[in-house]
């Protein structure tokens, strides 16, 4: 069940596993993310559940810097 939806997040709820699930797809941290996990803080006190999965995806092309981390 999707509780709150944005073009950059998302909070869904699986009751099979009683957890939420924040997904965050941004190039940079906003406060469109500090939003959604307001909200997410909110529903599980709300829904009373113990679970809060977050996922973060960064949206933007790697550096040379991230290439040369890759390299063995």
Do not use: C, I, W
Request: hydrophobic share 40%; charged share 20%.
């Amino acid at each position: 069940m999707t509780l709150y939806n944005s073009p950059d997040a998302s909070l869904t709820y699986n009751s099979l596993l009683d957890t939420l699930h924040l997904s965050y797809n941004a190039a940079h941290l906003s406060g469109s993310f500090g939003e959604a996990y307001h909200r997410a803080l909110e529903e599980m006190l709300a829904q009373n559940v113990d679970k809060l999965l977050v996922d973060l995806k960064r949206n933007a092309p790697p550096t040379d810097e991230a290439d040369a981390l890759l390299q063995p």
